[in-house]
């Protein structure tokens, strides 16, 4: 069954995959069949040899978190003595950084962090605005703006607004993880259900900020929760669509890091439920959502948690888009993970090596003009022109 399934996904038109279909592809599916046909409709989708990246930092302004997930190893609860809230000049400096290597964006997030009101966010934004007119800031999260809207007694809204209006440039999907609550719920109760997620990310569409949609698996959650998770985006996406909003740019997920976080020190040894995923595991994630996707258009690797030769790996089964340079990362790295930034010459040589021509983009997919990093350094040939996108 799953083969007609999978046959009837080629071609540049195909019927939109069910949730009951995409389960059985992503259970039992062919793994190099599975990769081949979505490596196809990546091309359909995002025709010509181009593989995108960004050149960009995250920011975490503040470690201050009420939350408490159990997978993260970053947040400290008010008062205790790690805790930090970095002033607008030290957040300006890691801007200047950036700016000192072309890049172009940065994410910025932290905790649901109680003592700051929501004119702390609007004076940043506009601090950042008049010093780093050229940097895009895609700031916060759903939760975030959760928590800043109970802090002030607004509605969620009328802080996008706000921060909207103070010039901020985009919401970043993190807080999704698993948009299904017998899964969310478990692992994050104090986040809220996810219709929360889904109904501030519908807000920030509706204002034409710049958004993107996430997805961390392995909490020991079915095949069958994971494509339901997926199927909550599409919807949000096809609502976004007939709205005539642009809607998610990007589609990205990665495996929950376990090595120092309470949620699997809790289930390690106990053979409970089975944590985490590999490779093999990941890379078929990736290959069902570009499948799956039929209204988003890119779909992202993800290297800081699978490693660069897995995100190259990814690149032929679905993935048009390598992620970014980030620069500077403390979430993930708190749970384990060595590697939390790249140069853009490892960029361009992963994509390079792979087959395709790297081209730096900004926040919303657009081009931009790319220097031959790989191969001023490394002696590489200079990559072939782009050719001329077509959907033969």
């Known amino acids: 069954m799953w083969m007609e399934i999978l046959e009837a996904q080629r071609g540049p038109s195909p019927p939109r995959l069910s949730v009951e279909d995409a389960a059985i592809l992503y259970e039992k599916a ?8 979505a490596l196809e409709r990546r091309r359909f989708m ?22 408490n997930c159990q997978f993260c190893s970053f947040y400290r609860p008010p008062g205790h003595s790690e ?3 970095q002033t607008y000049e030290q957040i300006s400096v890691r801007f200047t950084e950036l700016e000192e290597v072309d890049g172009v964006r940065v994410l910025m997030q932290g905790g649901v962090n109680p003592e700051l009101p929501l004119e702390w966010y609007t004076e940043l934004i506009l601090f950042l605005r008049k010093e780093h007119p050229s940097i895009a800031l895609d700031c916060f999260s759903p939760i975030e703006i959760e928590g800043i809207a109970e802090v002030c007694n607004l509605s969620t809204l009328e802080v996008l607004t706000a921060l909207k209006e103070a010039g901020m440039h985009g919401l970043p999907g993190g807080g999704a993880e698993m948009l299904v609550d017998d899964v969310r719920l478990d692992i994050s109760p104090k986040k809220g259900s996810a219709e929360n997620w889904l109904r501030v990310m519908h807000e920030a569409q509706s ?8 997805n961390v698996i392995g909490f020991g959650e079915t095949e069958l929760h994971r494509v339901k998770h997926m199927d909550r985006i599409r919807d949000l996406q096809d609502q976004a669509i007939t709205k005539g909003w642009t809607g998610f740019t990007s589609f990205v997920a990665w495996p929950v890091q376990l090595e120092t976080n309470v949620f699997g020190k809790r289930n390690r040894g106990r053979n409970r439920i089975e944590l985490g995923a590999g490779p093999t595991e990941y890379l078929r994630h990736v ?24 995100a190259q790996m990814a690149l032929f089964g679905g ?4 992620g970014s340079t980030m620069m500077e ?15 853009e010459v490892e960029l361009q040589e992963a994509v390079r090596r792979a087959g395709f021509v790297a081209l730096r983009r900004d926040s919303d997919y657009n081009l931009l003009e ?23």
Not at 207 to 214: E, H, I, K, N, V
Not at 287 to 300: P, Y
Request: net charge negative; charged share 15%; proline share 7%.
């Open 329 to 343: 990362e403390n979430v993930v790295s708190a749970s384990g993970t060595e590697k939390t930034c790249a140069l």
């Open 319 to 322: 993935a048009d888009d390598i």
């Open 207 to 214: 204002l034409g900020l710049t958004t993107s949609a996430t």
């Open 46 to 67: 995002n025709p010509g040899n181009h593989v995108t990246y960004m050149i960009d930092r995250n920011v975490n302004y503040t470690n201050v978190c009420t939350i």
């Open 30 to 37: 062919d793994f190099n069949m599975l990769r081949s046909v």
């Open 287 to 310: 290959a069902v959502s570009r499948l799956f996707f039929d209204n988003i258009d890119h779909i992202q690797g993800s290297w800081p948690t699978m490693g660069l030769d897995i």
């Open 83 to 85: 805790t930090y809230t």
């Open 370 to 392: 790319t220097p031959d990093v790989a191969s001023d350094v490394q002696g590489f040939p200079a990559p072939p022109p782009l050719q001329p996108a077509t959907n033969a």
